[in-house]
């Protein structure tokens, strides 16, 4: 595993948990000025997220290994490789992402004919291990891994296609979940995250509803003051908090 520049022992737990975090997707990015872009976000954001699609499982060609190891150079942030692949190319995927400098790998509970494998192959690798459910996807299916996963990521809009709205069902599957875990005894040791609609004026929607990050891409990549853009995702209210 390529261990340069990594995050120190113990990333997951040293996070905050008193306000939400900010998970930059590098998708967004000027991706002929990653490095730029790099340096600007390093003092904002808490995760940097990298999707990986194969144009078969998602309708996209994403980011690959060498790419991601040349961003583990350029940044001490964890790096979180979401995995949106065929269950055929799912094991060499891990195993070339974790070699590349992932912090936390997520693959998809789609992937269900593959996932006990791939679960033990990310913990054998020394990676946290996160699951992603497609919006179309019954939340059910992500019970029987809930013990295994350090990250649930919950889709809010269809599978990689970027710049669509919230889905109106978004926010009651995070709820859903968010209950999973609590009668799992889990919501301290497992994270909750939304991906996909983040908005401006869908954000405190998905954070009062149970989302402990979002990712965020032109929120953040567009908006010329991140210190702020921060600040107010910070403060945002959580489940049964006060405005």
């Given at each position: 595993?390529?261990?340069?520049?990594?995050?120190?022992?113990?990333?997951?737990?040293?996070?905050?948990?008193?306000?939400?975090?900010?998970?930059?997707?590098?998708?967004?990015?000027?991706?002929?000025?990653?490095?730029?872009?790099?340096?600007?976000?390093?003092?904002?954001?808490?995760?940097?997220?990298?999707?990986?699609?194969?144009?078969?499982?998602?309708?996209?060609?994403?980011?690959?290994?060498?790419?991601?190891?040349?961003?583990?150079?350029?940044?001490?942030?964890?790096?979180?490789?979401?995995?949106?692949?065929?269950?055929?190319?799912?094991?060499?995927?891990?195993?070339?992402?974790a070699e590349a400098g992932a912090d936390l790998i997520s693959i998809h509970v789609e992937n269900a004919a593959v996932a006990e494998e791939a679960l033990a192959l990310?913990?054998?690798?020394?990676?946290?291990?996160?699951?992603?459910?497609?919006?179309?996807t019954p939340l059910e299916t992500v019970k029987p891994w809930l013990s295994k996963l350090a990250f649930v990521t919950l889709l809010g809009t269809a599978i990689g296609v970027k710049g669509v709205g919230l889905a109106e069902e978004a926010c009651p599957r995070l709820q859903a979940v968010r209950?999973?875990?609590?009668?799992?005894?889990?919501?301290?040791?497992?994270?909750?995250?939304?991906?996909?609609?983040?908005?401006?004026?869908?954000?405190?929607?998905?954070?009062?509803?149970?989302?402990?990050?979002?990712?965020?891409?032109?929120?953040?990549?567009?908006?010329?003051?991140?210190?702020?853009?921060?600040?107010?995702?910070?403060?945002?209210?959580?489940?049964?908090?006060?405005?």
């Amino acid at each position: 595993m390529n261990a340069t520049n990594k995050p120190a022992a113990g990333w997951l737990q040293a996070l905050p948990r008193d306000r939400m975090l900010g998970e930059f997707s590098l998708w967004s990015a000027d991706l002929c000025n990653m490095e730029r872009d790099i340096a600007r976000i390093e003092p904002h954001v808490d995760i940097c997220h990298i999707d990986v699609a194969d144009g078969h499982f998602a309708p996209a060609l994403l980011f690959f290994p060498d790419l991601v190891a040349r961003i583990r150079g350029l940044t001490r942030k964890p790096l979180h490789v979401h995995l949106m692949v065929q269950d055929s190319i799912l094991l060499s995927q891990i195993q070339q992402f974790a070699e590349a400098g992932a912090d936390l790998i997520s693959i998809h509970v789609e992937n269900a004919a593959v996932a006990e494998e791939a679960l033990a192959l990310i913990a054998e690798l020394g990676v946290e291990a996160g699951m992603v459910v497609r919006l179309e996807t019954p939340l059910e299916t992500v019970k029987p891994w809930l013990s295994k996963l350090a990250f649930v990521t919950l889709l809010g809009t269809a599978i990689g296609v970027k710049g669509v709205g919230l889905a109106e069902e978004a926010c009651p599957r995070l709820q859903a979940v968010r209950a999973m875990l609590k009668e799992a005894g889990l919501e301290g040791s497992v994270r909750l995250a939304s991906d996909g609609g983040n908005r401006h004026d869908t954000v405190p929607r998905l954070r009062a509803a149970g989302a402990e990050t979002v990712v965020l891409g032109s929120l953040a990549f567009g908006d010329p003051d991140l210190a702020a853009r921060m600040a107010w995702l910070h403060t945002l209210p959580g489940p049964g908090e006060a405005a």
